[in-house]
T-cell receptor, first 114, second 114 residues
Framework: AQSVTQLDSHVSVSEGTPVLLRCNYSSSYSPSLFWYVQHPNKGLQLLLKYTSAATLVKGINGFEAEFKKSETSFHLTKPSAHMSDAAEYFCVVTLSGSARQLTFGSGTQLTVLP | EPEVTQTPSHQVTQMGQEVILRCVPISNHLYFYWYRQILGQKVEFLVSFYNNEISEKSEIFDDQFSVERPDGSNFTLKIRSTKLEDSAMYFC????????????FGEGSWLTVV
């Protein structure tokens, strides 16, 4: 069965500094991997997805993530944090092309300090 | 940009009462889902629905729950005889036939059972 582990429950960065949110996954099959963001009192918004094409995936708002099969990782990065990036981020895995059940990580709360 | 809409945004109900949560998926999407997030816990898959029938469901989705597509636009989740532990944010989601791995979420319906 697939699973996903977000290594940090809280990350705090200063505005203008890089963001790194870590995610490791476990899957018996070729996974699809996603990052979703949830702003306060808002729904889940898709940031980016990996589905076995390019290993470096670019998403919205300047975020990107790199799929590393050897490390079973899919870390989310952004070169320069903005105050509006403060939110909860979820790493998500599903079986590529078959099951439609998303398995969510426990989430990382990102705080951006002025 | 098309979006999934959910009503109500917040509902308070007494234990034992029936609740219906409503959703309007994105218009050209054919797969529909319900997920829930109990406060402080992970987002969990409940059920997926395609071609007017349930395609997958989790162990959470027991006889207390049912889903329906009563017309061409709405998708509902009914919870019979609510329990305190049903208090959660319920997310509706949808995806296209051709790209069912990308799932779009609504803003959620917050259910409080008292």
């Amino acid at each position: 069965a697939q699973s996903v582990t977000q290594l940090d429950s809280h990350v705090s960065v200063s505005e203008g500094t890089p963001v790194l949110l870590r995610c490791n996954y476990s899957s018996s099959y070729s996974p699809s991997l996603f990052w979703y963001v949830q702003h306060p009192n808002k729904g889940l918004q898709l940031l980016l997805k990996y589905t076995s094409a390019a290993t470096l995936v670019k998403g919205i708002n300047g975020f990107e993530a790199e799929f590393k099969k050897s490390e079973t990782s899919f870390h989310l990065t952004k070169p320069s944090a903005h105050m509006s990036d403060a939110a909860e981020y979820f790493c998500v895995v599903t079986l590529s092309g078959s099951a439609r059940q998303l398995t969510f990580g426990s989430g990382t709360q990102l705080t951006v300090l002025p | 940009e098309p979006e999934v809409t959910q009503t109500p945004s917040h509902q308070v109900t007494q234990m034992g009462q029936e609740v219906i949560l409503r959703c309007v998926p994105i218009s050209n999407h054919l797969y529909f889902y319900w997920y829930r997030q109990i406060l402080g816990q992970k987002v969990e898959f409940l059920v997926s629905f395609y071609n007017n029938e349930i395609s997958e469901k989790s162990e959470i989705f027991d006889d207390q729950f049912s889903v329906e597509r009563p017309d061409g636009s709405n998708f509902t989740l009914k919870i019979r005889s609510t329990k305190l532990e049903d208090s959660a944010m319920y997310f509706c989601a949808s995806s296209e036939l051709g790209d069912h791995s990308t799932i779009y979420f609504g803003e959620g319906s917050w259910l409080t059972v008292v």
